[in-house]
């Protein structure tokens, strides 16, 4: 891969120079308080590392002066991010008396996108981005090149080692930032490439037409070279809505996606809506501002889905349809079966928490409402057939949500019962404090019996789930709110459907248990039951996994034994490794018991290995891209069989045969 690009500057803007550089604060709490600034200090954090100096590149490339980024995971799990901007300016900073390049690598607050005339608009944590991400890095290297010379510079946990300085000659401009992230902070140090992929993917659907790479070095092809992969898009959100709806099994119900843009020149604001209706059950709506995911919504979101309500609305009345049909139709109507991406890049936007989840500016609002609805207007009267086609959806979407209604409602009547409106089979724990209290989602009676003997009654309590519970992807709502599985988990948890801000979001007040275990067989077919509960839990009550009280048990597959010496084995690497350590070489003195369900455990085996706080292992559930895991989520469980038979045999080098 070449090292050096070259790209001339495209555009006739104002210089980017040294005193574009506009110091806000110093860098004192970033080591102290890193989870203020990158969100945690886990899995999350160490990749929002990545994604903070990838961002200051896109927005190169928003600006106008950046083709090429590529991102490179060495095997020491240290990071490079290149790009071919203009390359941060390097001349002495007139107020700091410094290079601008090393007040921008280590102080907070300091960056070229609070001067408007250097960045439009832009992404990042408003300027902390690469300050941060060296202030927790043991090691960072910066090179820049601009005007025919190369500088470089290089930091120890935020502490320049020597002054900014030129070292020869360049035709290229752009910056070049290696990291190590510091492992005295970070719980985890390992990237995960797949992670960092689909990311990178995702801005180069909503940044039509630049090329971005990664490349591996931990690992190497079949052709012996290292893992490489390149994303460009020369269609944007267009083709982002058609391939997420491609590669999720939704068919279609209009010919092809619907694409809107328009910029208001009084607010500087950007819009890009890409939207298609398809067979679905459910809305897929996903927002962005300046490339970053808005996964709580905002006024973007709210000015698209009153322009989306208005228009069809009155393009229904106005043809008679609703009236026919002897249906009301309601808001959230209109959006099933809806799949969207809303792009809008705002010059100065306002987010609601220091997570950036959910913009405020309340002129977007109006800006998307008037940009779609033009667009909208004009697709329904030039395509009449397309146009019923959708209405239809819309009715059957009223009428289906009437019925779930109902069957929600018997539901939450249950649920707001006192202790004898609990499902019999729920072998309750005594704490009545829910941050104390545990829930087993248990297959099988036979292992919800074991759990129930092996448990702490105190604070834990056991559901045995009946057989496999019902396939949420491929049933419409009033279904699953009248499947006696689900009606269960509903009721033990106390959770309801409706909150004062949205009426279908799930309500948490009275949330019985605030950790909720997964408990399934280590087989094949407990997998499964996992995955099924997995995609309700999803679909209908995210909830619970965003705030961090969905877990998964890990039971163990074996039992390996020699006289009165045995230790339990989680997967097969264990088992082999415990068969040395145990039988000392002579295998045929070891005994190997194989535990293919819970049931085959004893109450006390089931303890010590899987539920005792101080031995047992669980796996927490996290979302770490909505969208993937949407895409996941519907083709695994959906009804199209060659998508998931291809998933299955990508992965098959991962998986495990059990016999």
């Not at 491609?246 to 209009?254: D, E, G």
């Amino acid at each position: 891969m070449q090292e050096n690009i070259i790209h001339p500057n495209l555009s006739n803007e104002p210089a980017y120079e040294a005193d574009s550089i506009q110091v806000l604060e110093g860098l004192e709490a970033v080591r102290k308080r890193p989870a203020m600034y990158i969100g945690d200090i886990g899995f999350k954090g160490l990749h929002h590392l990545v994604y903070e100096v990838v961002d200051n590149s896109i927005d190169e490339a928003l600006a106008g002066h950046c083709s090429h980024v590529e991102v490179v995971i060495y095997d020491d799990n240290s990071i490079s991010v290149q790009d071919n901007g203009r390359g941060i300016p390097t001349a002495i900073h007139t107020k700091e008396k410094r290079s601008a390049l090393e007040v921008v690598m280590t102080v907070l607050h300091a960056g070229g996108k609070f001067d408007k005339n250097s960045y439009k608009v832009s992404g990042g944590l408003h300027g902390v981005g690469v300050s941060c991400v060296n202030a927790l890095s043991t090691r960072l290297y910066v090179r820049v090149e601009r005007e025919g010379k190369k500088f470089e510079q290089e930091y120890q946990r935020g502490i320049p080692q020597y002054q900014v300085r030129e070292y020869g000659p360049s035709q290229n401009t752009g910056t070049y930032v290696h990291f190590w992230p510091d492992q005295t902070i970070f719980q985890e140090t390992i990237y995960k490439r797949d992670i960092i992929e689909n990311r990178l993917r995702e801005l180069a659907y909503l940044n039509k037409k630049i090329r971005i790479s990664i490349t591996d070095r931990r690992e190497k092809d079949e052709a012996d070279q290292f893992v490489y992969k390149e994303f460009y898009s020369e269609g944007g959100i267009v083709e982002f809505v058609d391939i997420l709806d491609k590669q999720s099994n939704r068919i279609p119900i209009i010919s092809k996606p619907l694409y809107v843009e328009g910029h208001d020149e009084n607010t500087n604001i950007a819009v890009e809506v890409a939207l298609i209706y398809n067979n679905d059950f459910k809305e897929h709506i996903y927002s962005y501002v300046n490339n970053i995911n808005t996964i709580e919504g905002g006024t973007h979101v709210t000015g698209f889905r009153t322009a989306l309500t208005r228009v069809f609305k009155s393009y229904g009345d106005r043809e008679g349809l609703f009236e026919k049909a002897k249906i009301q139709v309601e808001g959230d109507d209109f959006r099933e079966g809806l799949s969207a991406i809303i792009s809008v890049k705002v010059p100065e936007p306002q987010f609601e928490g220091q997570t950036k989840t959910k913009l405020g500016n309340s002129e977007v609002s109006g800006v998307v409402q008037q940009t779609l609805s033009k667009v909208l207007e004009a697709f329904l009267e030039e395509n009449p057939k397309e146009a019923r086609n959708v209405i239809s959806k819309i009715i059957l979407a009223a009428q289906a949500r009437v019925a779930a209604k109902k069957a929600r409602d018997l539901v939450q009547r249950k649920t707001v019962m006192s202790g004898g409106g609990l499902p019999g089979k729920l072998a309750d724990c005594s704490e009545n404090d829910p941050s104390k209290c545990e829930l087993y989602l248990v297959e099988g009676d036979s292992a919800g019996g074991t759990a129930k003997q092996g448990r702490n009654r105190t604070f834990q309590a056991i559901l045995p789930l009946r057989g496999k519970i019902l396939n949420v992807e491929k049933a419409m709502e009033h279904k699953i709110y009248e499947n006696e599985e689900i009606r269960n988990i509903f009721t033990a948890l106390g959770v309801t459907v409706g909150t004062p801000e949205d009426p279908k979001a799930l309500n948490t007040a009275k949330l019985r248990y605030h950790k909720i275990v997964i408990m399934t067989d280590a087989d094949v077919d407990g997998s499964h039951i996992a995955t099924l509960i997995l995609t309700f839990l999803f679909r209908y009550m995210k909830a619970l996994i965003e705030e961090g009280r969905i877990y998964i048990a890990r039971p163990p597959l074996y039992l390996v034994k020699k006289g009165k010496e045995q230790e339990y084995a989680y997967n097969e690497e264990q088992r082999i490794a415990l068969v040395e350590k145990i039988g000392k070489g002579a295998n045929d003195s070891v005994t190997i018991q194989r535990y293919k369900g819970l049931g085959e455990m004893n109450a006390d085996q089931l303890w010590d290995t899987t539920m005792n706080p101080e031995f047992r292992t669980l796996k927490k559930v996290n979302i770490d891209n909505t969208i993937e895991a949407d895409r996941i989520f519907s083709m695994l469980m959906g009804d199209e069989v060659p998508p998931r038979r291809e998933f299955i045999e990508t992965h098959a080098k991962y998986a495990r045969i059990d016999v």
